[in-house]
């Protein structure tokens, strides 16, 4: 069974501080990686897909890596605003998605 | 184009009752999932449909069942309700399954 894991559960840094939330699962068999972002009573929005074959995805100031073989992905998201404070999922795709319980981020103005 | 939409957004049922829900998926999307949200439990995996048929089901009893319609429209059903399927219902859609997940706001179902 697919176990993800977020560390840390919550995060709390000054505007302009680059973020860094890790990501890892067991399972290493998964067709891809998604992170998401969901606000207070939200829906979820996706923020980048990686393909298990590939090492990076960036889009804007959000960067994301994967390492399969060690089952670790990490999401660097430069230089914080407070309109970045969110709860950030990350989940492994294989037939379903596999969620991690998140990262509460609170960008501090 | 249409984001994912989910209908309705909130709901008060009772304990005993059953509930339909429905998501209307992004245009050309031809695969749903459907997950529960809980402070809990998390965010888990309840169903997929694809192209009218069942593909994916999850750990859920078989209160919870689902469908999907020609137009890639769905809808869950929860019969016989009880207090612990209080949550966020979440649908997502995707072009063929394994693409990026696009997600709806979700239903919020309250059972007393």
């Known amino acids: 069974k697919q176990e993800v894991t977020q560390i840390p559960a919550a995060l709390s840094v000054p505007e302009g501080e680059n973020l860094v939330l890790n990501c890892s699962f067991t399972d290493s068999a998964i067709y891809n990686l998604q992170w998401f972002r969901q606000d207070p009573g939200k829906g979820l929005t996706s923020l980048l897909l990686i393909q298990s074959s590939q090492r990076e995805q960036t889009s804007g100031r959000l960067n994301a890596s994967l390492d399969k073989s060690s089952g670790r992905s990490t999401l660097y998201i430069a230089a914080s605003q407070p309109g970045d404070s969110a709860t950030y999922l990350c989940a492994v795709y294989d037939y379903k998605l596999s969620f991690g319980a998140g990262t509460t981020v609170t960008v501090r103005a | 184009k249409a984001g994912v939409t989910q209908t309705p957004r909130y709901l008060i049922k009772t304990r005993g009752q059953q509930v339909t829900l429905s998501c209307s998926p992004i245009?050309?999307?031809?695969?749903v999932s459907w997950y529960q949200q809980t402070p809990g439990q998390g965010l888990q995996f309840l169903f997929e449909y694809f192209s009218e048929t069942q593909r994916n089901k999850g750990n859920f009893p078989g209160r919870f069942s689902g469908r999907q319609f020609s137009n890639s429209r769905s809808e869950m059903n929860v019969s016989t309700l009880e207090l612990g399927d209080s949550a966020l219902y979440l649908c997502?859609?995707?072009?063929?399954?394994?693409?990026?997940?696009?997600f709806g706001p979700g239903t919020r179902l309250l059972v007393l």
């Open positions: 245009s050309g999307h031809r695969s």
């Open positions: 997502a859609s995707s072009i063929t399954g394994q693409e990026t997940q696009y």
